[in-house]
């Protein structure tokens, strides 16, 4: 004999129950919740979309690093966002190894050599420490304001005698 569903149960697609952890909320379709990245998944993300922007920048816009500078703002803020809350302090950490990923294909290659190559990779890098920078600040304050809401709400949980999930 199946145990009773409480009134704040809802069924699932496949017929499951899927329960409410308030019963005055509703449960979010799959497709309204935000992406959730692990540490590793984050980085990748991060240093991938870095990497296919780079080489759209080199076709699109003539290795325009500027404009590189610019695509590599929303990507900060997404990877910011999609980081799960129990790795959120990844995100601030991969961000200027994805930048430094994304400009391979946008360094200066001078006469073709490999210590060309990498002085290209080190000019780069300098010039635009700017957008890296900013980049890396919009990053770390999202991971941190974050961060203060899930203590605030564990806070306010125990506060009221729930326990922690």
Known sequence: MKPPVPPQAKRA?????????????????????????????????????????????????????????VLFLPVCVLTALWVRESELFIAPIVVPISFAVGMVPLADEGEGGTIDWLMGMVTGLATQAGWLYGGTLIAGVIVLVRRVRRVRAINRRLARGRPRP
């Open 13 to 69: 697609a496949g017929g499951g129950v899927v329960r409410s952890a308030r019963p005055d909320r509703p449960v979010p379709p799959p497709a309204a919740r935000r992406p959730r990245l692990t540490g590793l998944g984050g980085g990748l993300f991060c240093g991938a979309v870095m990497l296919v922007l780079g080489l759209l920048t080199e076709t699109l816009f003539g290795a325009s690093q500027t404009v590189y500078g």
